[in-house]
T-cell receptor, first 113, second 114 residues
Framework: AQSVSQHNHHVILSEAASLELGCNYS??????LFWYVQYPGQHLQLLLK??????LVKGIKGFEAEFIKSKFSFNLRKPSVQWSDTAEYFC???????????FGTGTRLQVFP | NAGVTQTPKFQVLKTGQSMTLQCAQD?????MSWYRQDPGMGLRLIHY???????DQGEVPNGYNVSRSTTEDFPLRLLSAAPSQTSVYFC?????????????FGPGTRLLVL
C-alpha cells in the first residue's frame, strides 16, 4: 500500500538551531510532494510543494525541502528555527495517477526561546 | 474569496445521533475531499469528489456518507455517530496556484461523540 513515513514524531529545539524533518514515501512512480504546517489551533497551510524540475524547493518562512528520488525522500529543512515555528508539520504525497493526497502522521516541533 | 468554509466549528453528539458537517468553497474547484485528523495518525482521507455528481471512497469511509450536488458544496454525513468518530474533520478543495495543483483546507470541525 502507498504510504508516507515521518520518522520524527516529536522534535524539540532551541531557537536558532537547524531543523531537518524526514519524510519518505513508498510509491515508486511519479509523485507530487508537499509539506503542510498546522499551527496550534489552526488549519493546515501549505509550506512548499514539488512537482518537477529543481529538486531543491524553497517555501515560505525560510523553509526548504529536497527531493531525492533514489531515496524516496522529501526532507524539510530550515537553517535557523524560531519560537514561532512551533507547530505540527505534515508531509503529503499525491501519486501522479491518482486524485488522492496521502499524509504522513506528522511531526510535532517545539521550539524553546 | 472566502476560500473553504466549514460549519459548525464544534459539535457534541450522543452515540447514535446523526448530523451533517457542511463544507463550501467559492473557488470553483472541481476536486473536494474530507479528512479526519487524530493524534498520532495524521490526516486520513474519508471521501473525495472529482466533480458534481461524482464521489469516491478514501482510506476510512465507513460510517460516513457524502454527496456532491453542486460544485460549491460537499457535505459529510454521519448516519449514526459512534465514539470512534470523535475527531477533527477537515474539508479541502484543490485547484491551481502558481500553475500547480494545490489543496486548500478549511478551518476544521471538532466533533465529540459521547
Amino acid at each position: 500500500a502507498q504510504s508516507v513515513s515521518q520518522h520524527n514524531h516529536h522534535v524539540i529545539l532551541s531557537e536558532a538551531a537547524s531543523l531537518e524533518l524526514g519524510c519518505n514515501y513508498s510509491y515508486g512512480g511519479t509523485v507530487n510532494l508537499f509539506w503542510y504546517v498546522q499551527y496550534p489551533g489552526q488549519h493546515l497551510q501549505l509550506l512548499l510543494k514539488y512537482f518537477s524540475g529543481d529538486p531543491l524547493v524553497k517555501g515560505i518562512k525560510g523553509f526548504e525541502a529536497e527531493f531525492i528520488k533514489s531515496k524516496f525522500s522529501f526532507n524539510l529543512r530550515k537553517p535557523s528555527v524560531q519560537w514561532s515555528d512551533t507547530a505540527e508539520y505534515f508531509c503529503a504525497v499525491t501519486p501522479d495517477n491518482t486524485d488522492k493526497l496521502i499524509f504522513g502522521t506528522g511531526t510535532r516541533l517545539q521550539v524553546f526561546p | 474569496n472566502a476560500g473553504v468554509t466549514q460549519t459548525p466549528k464544534f459539535q457534541v453528539l450522543k452515540t447514535g445521533q446523526s448530523m451533517t458537517l457542511q463544507c463550501a468553497q467559492d473557488m470553483n474547484h472541481e476536486y473536494m475531499s474530507w479528512y479526519r485528523q487524530d493524534p498520532g495518525m495524521g490526516l486520513r482521507l474519508i471521501h473525495y469528489s472529482v466533480g458534481a455528481g461524482i464521489t469516491d471512497q478514501g482510506e476510512v469511509p465507513n460510517g460516513y456518507n457524502v454527496s456532491r450536488s453542486t460544485t460549491e458544496d460537499f457535505p459529510l454525513r454521519l448516519l449514526s455517530a459512534a465514539p470512534s468518530q470523535t475527531s477533527v474533520y477537515f474539508c479541502a478543495s484543490r485547484g491551481l496556484a502558481g500553475g500547480l495543483e494545490t489543496q486548500y483546507f478549511g478551518p476544521g470541525t471538532r466533533l465529540l461523540v459521547l
